[in-house]
T-cell receptor, first 112, second 114 residues
Framework: NAGVTQTPKFQVLKTGQSMTLQCAQDMNHNSMYWYRQDPGMGLRLIYY???????DKGEVPNGYNVSRLNKREFSLRLESAAPSQTSVYFC???????????FGPGTRLLVL | AQKITQTQPGMFVQEKEAVTLDCTYD???????LFWYKQPSSGEMIFLIY??????QNATEGRYSLNFQKARKSANLVISASQLGDSAMYFCAMRADAGNMLTFGGGTRLMVKP
């Protein structure tokens, strides 16, 4: 089992460029999440998908969109990147409400 | 709204000694869960231990235990017999029963001295 995987591991963008961060899991998770971690801080929830076909905003959704492509995959899109979106992005999943969330290795994004 | 506070930005501990990392929380939900994650310098988030608000006993997982004091709204992580590999950032997080998202504290950097 690969667990929760994320691609790419590292990305540099120029302001205004767009990109999609990919997340996939083979742990049969029903729910999936996208968090961001800024330097010296804890993680903050961007968007989540409680189940296939549903998505909801988290604490910091502005500037992002998500797609729950199927049960395994949950992508995060930046339509027009800004320097304030420089961060480490983590994808996580769990089987459902109340269950422990397991995290992917993270994607380091630098927006110049 | 939920809030998690970790008041120790950094701590040192001697190898083989025990250490307590503090976490206090605030929520109006009667049912909630508390989690601790470890983030080594490589960056991944590793789940350590979980405590449910209605659990009667403190959670334990190997060298990790959670000192849960519900009336004081604290959920401190105790690491016994520290090892050099325990050097990392440690995050306390809470899930309120009304939702499934985690709210994280700011973290504590633990450094284990040989």
């Amino acid at each position: 089992n690969a667990g929760v995987t994320q691609t790419p591991k590292f990305q540099v963008l120029k302001t205004g460029q767009s990109m999609t961060l990919q997340c996939a899991q083979d742990m049969n998770h029903n729910s999936m999440y996208w968090y961001r971690q800024d330097p010296g801080m804890g993680l903050r929830l961007i968007y989540y998908s409680a189940s296939e076909g549903t998505t909801d905003k988290g604490e910091v959704p502005n500037g992002y969109n998500v797609s729950r492509l199927n049960k395994r995959e949950f992508s995060l899109r930046l339509e027009s990147a800004a320097p304030s979106q420089t961060s480490v992005y983590f994808c996580a999943g769990n089987r459902g409400h109340g269950e422990t969330q397991y995290f992917g290795p993270g994607t380091r994004l630098l927006v110049l | 709204a939920q809030k998690i506070t970790q008041t120790q930005p950094g701590m040192f501990v001697q190898e083989k000694e025990a250490v307590t990392l503090d976490c206090t929380y605030d929520t109006s939900d009667p049912s909630y869960g508390l989690f601790w994650y470890k983030q080594p310098s490589s960056g991944e988030m590793i789940f350590l231990i979980y405590q449910g608000s209605y659990d009667q006993q403190n959670a334990t997982e190997g060298r990790y235990s959670l000192n849960f004091q519900k009336a004081r709204k604290s959920a401190n992580l105790v690491i016994s017999a520290s090892q050099l590999g325990d050097s990392a950032m440690y995050f306390c997080a809470m899930r309120a029963d009304a939702g499934n998202m985690l709210t994280f504290g700011g973290g504590t950097r633990l450094m284990v001295k040989p």
